[in-house]
């Protein structure tokens, strides 16, 4: 087939075998008339990114995307219709009163053996994808400092340790002027004591601080929080050096004790070695952003695959995006192996309800006109192309923001966080992701110095101008090139690489965005 050709030939995408709807993906939709997969033939011209009734729809009936109710037939929609949003009546926004309470059993999965990757084990017993140095700060005020000293360790130091992938400064805008006692101050402090914690740092704590800052050392991270790797730390706290102590003279005595303080911890990252572990030890989060009608058709779908796999190789993926899943609460409260899991996916949500509340500002996940155009008929519909990056799993776990996943808590967990990406991404560092995944249809340059981040394009034209930004294009499910599943395995293999060490575009690039922190609590 000519590219020509392929271009014209009808596509329509069915997300789940139990939908009666599936998504026109060519360009320009698709005429009245055309035959598409399966010999059904359209009645009308469907826009792309739209619904096409699969089969003849009674009045009542419910329309299922995702294996999820969408909206049900206002008047009786014949096979071949396009199903758009005045023929659908809403299921209402759901309040967290009255949900169904972990009422879906998930399907059983066979589990998936003999899937490996090369990490770095750390003491602790969980897996690094990377050997990094990560040096924590209690305050904003040593960052110009840190960054001047983690540019000479890159020079001078790491050139020694071959096997240590680089050193990180911990930046962050906290630690000072802030209400650190304020009602929700624990959570930035937490999310700060928890990155220094990630996997890929080795176990290796090394704090810089001012001195005089609100955060101090001991509050950032209290005895018996961080591994101690020296027998000094036992007694005096983790590895500190302190800006304001009177041993240091003029600004180099500064920039050398901390480039001395970091040379015990490489010589100790150096000495270790990638072995063989299984899949089981990947900690995946993910999420999309700059998101377009495409990005629940393709990559989205193409992930929850992925998630799928991860989790039936005894693996943790962690989906987050409060704002993005909310319409759709029922979804994820049914899907909760537990009842307890689901009490705890409401106190999440209900809180982040009251958070919003309070800035006076509500949800805004009601379909805007540009997501109807696109296809989405309703609020229900867009949060289920978010939720869909989790899979079908049940949730196992729900994690608050800013905190870490217990070395016991595998399968799916629900990390409750905002939807902005470098908010999300830094609390699922805190939370001990050792991989990212990221979706985008708009396109967007997103990395982080901590873990490896996979982009997935939505679609095929970004995934062509930006060849060497994205990791993995699936617009090819678009089109017609491989399957929902087989980009899900594509991808799940690319994750094992990815883990091994291959470096992904971000990484080759050094795109490193900014560690930002959710703070509620006031600013002083
Ligand atoms: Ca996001």
């Known amino acids: 087939m000519t590219e020509a050709t392929a271009a014209l030939k009808p596509r329509v995408l069915r997300m789940h075998s139990l939908d009666n709807v599936a998504i026109v993906v060519n360009d320009g939709g698709l005429p009245a008339g055309t035959t598409i997969d399966g010999g059904l033939v359209l009645r009308d011209k469907v826009p792309q990114g739209h619904k096409v009734a699969l089969q003849d729809l009674a009045q009542g009936h419910a329309v299922i995307r995702y294996n999820v109710p969408v909206g049900y037939a206002r008047q009786a929609i014949a096979a071949g219709s396009w199903v758009h949003e005045r023929l659908l ?21 066979d589990r998936l053996e003999g899937y490996t990757f090369e990490g770095y084990v750390n003491a602790n017993g969980a897996v690094g994808t990377r050997n990094l140095l990560g040096i924590t700060t209690t305050v904003q005020c040593v960052a110009g400092v840190v960054k001047i000293a983690v540019e000479r360790i890159e020079r001078e130091l790491l050139p020694l340790f071959p096997n240590v992938d680089g050193v990180v400064g911990l930046e962050h805008t906290y630690g000072c002027g802030v209400a650190i006692d304020a009602p929700g101050a624990e959570i930035p402090i937490r999310t700060l004591r928890h990155i220094s914690l990630n996997p890929n740092f080795g176990g290796e704590v090394m704090v810089v601080s001012l001195g005089c800052e609100k955060l101090q050392p001991d509050r950032l991270l209290p005895p018996g929080s961080f591994p101690i790797q020296d027998a000094r730390e036992k007694d005096q706290g983790p590895d500190l050096v302190c800006l304001q102590d009177d041993a240091h003279v003029g600004f180099m005595s500064m920039i050398e004790h901390i480039v001395q303080s970091a040379r015990p911890h490489l010589e100790r990252l150096n000495a270790r070695q990638r072995q063989t572990v299984p899949a089981s030890e990947l900690v995946v989060g993910v999420q999309c952003g700059g998101s377009d ?46 009842p307890e899991v689901a009490e705890a996916i409401v106190r999440e949500l209900g809180w982040y309800d009251r958070y919003l509340e309070r800035g006076r500002v509500d949800r805004s996940a009601n379909t805007t006109p540009g997501n109807k155009a696109g296809g989405l008929s309703n ?35 629900f990390a409750a966080t905002p939807a902005s990406d470098f908010i ?101």
């Open 89 to 109: 009546d809403i299921p209402p926004a759901r309040e967290l009163q009255g949900l169904p309470m972990a009422s879906v059993k998930a399907l059983p999965q």
């Open 293 to 338: 009608a495409f990005s629940g058709v393709t990559a989205n779908p193409a992930v929850g695959f992925m998630a799928d796999l991860i989790v039936r190789a005894g693996g943790t993926v962690m989906f987050s995006e409060n704002t993005e899943v909310r319409d759709a609460v029922e979804q994820l409260t049914s899907r909760a192996a537990t």
């Open 379 to 413: 609020i229900a519909e867009k949060a289920m192309g978010s939720i869909i990056k989790s899979g079908t799993s049940a949730i196992a776990h729900v994690l608050p923001p800013g905190e870490k996943l217990r070395p016991d808590q595998k399968g799916l967990v």
């Open 424 to 524: 999300c991404g830094t609390l699922q560092l805190a939370a001990g992701m050792n991989l990212h995944v990221f979706t985008t249809g708009r396109g967007t340059p997103y990395g982080l110095a901590e873990c490896p981040v996979i982009k997935v394009a939505t679609r095929s034209d970004l995934a062509h101008r930006w060849h060497d930004l994205m990791d993995m294009n699936a617009g090819r499910i678009a089109d017609g090139e491989i399957s929902i599943e087989e980009a899900g395995w594509e991808l799940f293999r690319m994750l094992l690489d990815v883990a091994s060490g291959r470096q992904t575009w971000a990484e080759r690039w050094k795109l490193h965005n900014a560690l930002v922190l959710f703070n509620p609590a006031p600013i002083t």
